[in-house]
């Protein structure tokens, strides 16, 4: 039975879990296998070489690990790093601080750059940073690609072209959480030594997979490091790669099947039109904030998210309420506002498998919500500024032409 039924479908515009398409659904339903049948190394073969996409990855190595985000940022971390390494780490909204505070309880010694929420990564501090650190003390420097708490995105090229511009060689390693499979990512490219990812995010699968790839330099910085990992050693995958087994404890199959079926709808589509499809619902949400007469919490149009925004609201309203009334009177799930920007703003999630109909959806029970809690919302009109401009944009759908 559903738990708290509501008619129709939930309107779920959380950032992460995200819907969940059909396709990925069925392929899920089905029993337990034996991992140790030839079929599911076969699988996972190609799941493997096929993960190195939504990286755009060609000399990486994957990790598909049965964990969460967090899981997937102890894994980059743990296998990479030493207790007491320094390492730079910017703090810029909930999400940064929870990675900030695993490093911190991992031991390593971490050179915080903070910055106010709403505000992306302040690079001309790590410029500074790394011209002072002739001695390479720094080992690496973690950035979160998207802040979903304040719907910031961050500029890795940068990072990448000041890291080359002092010769630095600390790594680089890049939480993708909710960027990956949505945003433009280049871990080849962009120098990226440890890109992660977690299921339920743009890759539109439940909860409990978390998805790293580590660049060569990576790999070989993890037969030094002396972090203790166990469940999370990398030394234990490679192991049954090259056995041809691949998994160290077993895997669950259903999510194998799901992954699958997420990264078969991924190349479908195409990923660059998948990253084309979120900047057009990115945009849409924008100009919808600004026509209800809202401010974005990000502050700079240089960091606007593509998979979130986070709307700031007046200060006679708790943004709060507007998330419970989402929830009670329109079955649509708004994200809350985390910590510092905590009743201060409410997040739409624009992420995953999701549409243009469905994000406007989402938007016209935006206005009527801002119109029960008492916001002087014109219905209508930040739907309106988002058809006008979905209209003029949408592309047919490629299997359909
Ligand atoms: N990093 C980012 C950017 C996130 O948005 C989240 C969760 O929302 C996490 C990490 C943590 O992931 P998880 O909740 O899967 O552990």
Partial sequence: ?????????????????????????????????????????????????????????TSGTPFIIPTTGTGAWESALTNTLSPGDRIVSFLIGQFSLLWIDQQQRLNFNVDVIESDWGQGANLDVLASKLAADTAHTIKAVCIVHNETATGVTNNLATVRKILDHYQHPALFLVDGVSSICALDFRMDEWGIDVALTGSQKALSMPTGMGIVCASPKALEASQTAKSVRVFFDWKDYLKFYKMGTYWPYTPSIQLLYGLRAALDLLFEEGLDNVIARHSRLGKATRLAVEAWGLKNCTQKEEWYSD????????????????????????NLSLGLGLNKVAGKVFRIGHLGNLNELQLLGCLAGVEMILKDVGYPVKLGSGVAAACAFLQNTTPLIASRI
């Fill in 307 to 330: 998979t979130v925004t986070a709307v700031l609201v007046p200060p006679y309203i708790d943004s709060s309420e507007i998330v419970r009334r989402g929830w009670k009177r329109y």
């Fill in 1 to 57: 039975m559903d738990y708290m039924y509501g008619p129709g479908r939930n309107h779920l515009f959380v950032p992460g879990p995200v819907n969940i398409p059909e396709q990925v659904i069925r392929a899920m339903n089905r029993n337990n296998e034996d991992y140790r049948s030839p079929a599911i190394p076969a699988m996972t073969k190609t799941l493997l070489e096929d993960v190195k996409k939504i990286f755009k990855s």
